[in-house]
């Protein structure tokens, strides 16, 4: 199972016990000729789908650029919540 909350995050399972939350990173090459890639990384091992989506908002807030305006916060978790809603429904609906 993967459900894709947007381009930089996404929630994926080990198979038997594990909601994870993985990000998109950016991998720079240090090598002539190879080009940058992206990969995704684990952020965190949930055993509901309900913590890792409640989890995901947190992340989220902590990668943010704006840590201190409260207003862009609440604008960010909102955003978020309805994105993450939004690929559950999609997901159930398949």
């Known amino acids: 199972m993967e459900i894709t909350i947007?381009?930089?995050?996404?929630?994926?399972?080990?198979g038997t016990h594990n909601f994870i939350i993985q990000e998109r990173?950016?991998?720079k090459s240090t090598k002539e000729g190879v080009s940058d890639?992206?990969?995704w990384k684990d952020v965190g091992y949930y055993?509901?789908?309900?913590?890792?989506?409640?989890?995901l908002i947190d992340v989220q807030e902590v990668r943010?650029?704006?840590?201190?305006a409260l207003d862009d916060l609440q604008f960010l978790r909102k955003q978020l919540s309805e994105?993450?809603?939004?690929a559950v429904q999609t997901r159930e609906a398949i």
């Open 37 to 39: 890639r992206y990969e």
């Open 6 to 14: 947007n381009e930089n995050f996404r929630i994926t399972t080990d």
């Open 25 to 27: 990173k950016l991998i």
């Open 47 to 55: 055993g509901r789908l309900e913590l890792a989506c409640t989890a």
């Open 83 to 86: 994105e993450i809603i939004r």
């Open 64 to 68: 943010s650029d704006v840590k201190g």
